[in-house]
C-alpha cells in the first residue's frame, strides 16, 4: 500500500436503489480493505445528473448502513466541480483534448462499436478545431499505446484504449462529466490507491490508467475486478427493478443478514443460505482473495 493514496472506494450511482449486485460489491470492497490495508470511502457517483436522484443518495447510505457497513469519508461527484474543471485545464494546456459536435444518431452511423457495444469513436471533429462552446462535448486524444496492468484477482492484461474505445468523451454534450473523467479525476484526487469494482467495468481500465497518466498521476491505482451475481435467469442484475432492490427486500419483511446470507450463497461463497453478519461475510470474500 503507498501512504499517499491509502485509500478504497465504493462508488454507487444513485440512478436506482442499491441491489444485491451491490451488496456483492461492497463486501469485495470491504474485504480488500481489510486484506490489503486500505481505508474505506464512499463515493456517491452522481456525475449523470438526468439520471440520478436525491431518493436514492439518502437510500445508498441507509441500505449501507442498514447492512452493517461504516466508511470513514464520503464524497459526492456533484460538489466536484471545481476539481473537474481545474483538471480539464491541465488536459487543454497539454493539448490533449477537442471539442465535438458530433449528434448521438451520427456517432453511432459513422463509427465501429467495439465487442461490449461501445463507440471507437474514430476521430472526425479532431481536424475540425472547434470551440470549446457550452453545447459542445470534449473529447479526450486517447494515446494509441498498449497499456498493461495486473488485476488482483483476473492476472494480466494488455489493452490499447485507443483501439478500444478510441477518443472518448470527457464531457457531454448537455453539460456533464461523463463516468470515465469523474471517476479518474476523483480516484486521483481522493487518495484512491486499490479499485474494486465488477468485471463489467474491467475494459474501462486501460482508458482510465491513460487519462490518469495524461492528468499527471504518476502510479496508476491498484484494481481488482470481482466476479457479478446473476439473477435466476442468468441475466445480470439491473438496479431498476424495485423488487429486487435491497431497499424493496427489506420492506417485504427480510433481515440484513438473511440477504448477506443470500447474497453470499448467490456468489458461491456457502454452499446454502444461512444468517450472516457483514463481518462474517467480508471474511468469506477475504478468504477468496490472494
Ligand atoms: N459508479 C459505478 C457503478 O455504479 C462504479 C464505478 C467504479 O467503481 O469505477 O457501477
Ligand atoms: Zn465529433
Redesign the pocket.
Known amino acids: 500500500m503507498n501512504p499517499d493514496f491509502p485509500f478504497t472506494?465504493f462508488?454507487?450511482?444513485p440512478t436506482g436503489y442499491l441491489h444485491r449486485g451491490?451488496v456483492l460489491s461492497a463486501l469485495y470492497v470491504y474485504a480488500a480493505a481489510e486484506k490489503f490495508g486500505y481505508r474505506i470511502r464512499l463515493r456517491i457517483?452522481d456525475h449523470d445528473q438526468s439520471r440520478a436522484r436525491k431518493a436514492y443518495i439518502d437510500a445508498i447510505r441507509k441500505d449501507l448502513e442498514w447492512l452493517g457497513f461504516t466508511w470513514e469519508a464520503e464524497s459526492i461527484q456533484s460538489s466536484h466541480e471545481e476539481r473537474y474543471e481545474r483538471l480539464l485545464k491541465v488536459l487543454h494546456r497539454k493539448d490533449l483534448i477537442y471539442a465535438c459536435n458530433c449528434s448521438r444518431k451520427f456517432t453511432f452511423e459513422t463509427n465501429p462499436t467495439n465487442a461490449d457495444g461501445e463507440i471507437i469513436y474514430q476521430g472526425h471533429c479532431e481536424k475540425l478545431g472547434l470551440p470549446f462552446t457550452k453545447d459542445l462535448a470534449i473529447r479526450f486524444k486517447t494515446p494509441n499505446v498498449d497499456i498493461p496492468w495486473e488485476d488482483l484477482l483476473l492476472g494480466k492484461f494488455i489493452e490499447n484504449p485507443k483501439k478500444l474505445c478510441g477518443d472518448f468523451a470527457i464531457k457531454d454534450r448537455i453539460g456533464q462529466w461523463t463516468?470515465q473523467f469523474a471517476?479518474v479525476a476523483d480516484d486521483w484526487e481522493e487518495r484512491v490507491g486499490l479499485?474494486?469494482?465488477?468485471e463489467d467495468?474491467k475494459h474501462?481500465t486501460s482508458r482510465q490508467i491513460a487519462l490518469a497518466q495524461a492528468l499527471g498521476r504518476k502510479e496508476p491505482p491498484l484494481f481488482l475486478h470481482h466476479p457479478l451475481i446473476a439473477d435466476p435467469a442468468g441475466k445480470k442484475l439491473s438496479k431498476r427493478e424495485h423488487a429486487a432492490s435491497i431497499r424493496g427486500e427489506r420492506e417485504q419483511g427480510m433481515s440484513a443478514e438473511a440477504l448477506l446470507g443470500e447474497v453470499c450463497a448467490q456468489a458461491n461463497l456457502i454452499p446454502e443460505p444461512r444468517l450472516l453478519s457483514v463481518n462474517d461475510s467480508i471474511q468469506l470474500v477475504k478468504n477468496r482473495l490472494f
Open positions: 472506494r462508488a454507487p450511482s451491490h457517483e463516468y471517476v479499485v474494486v469494482r465488477g467495468l474501462s
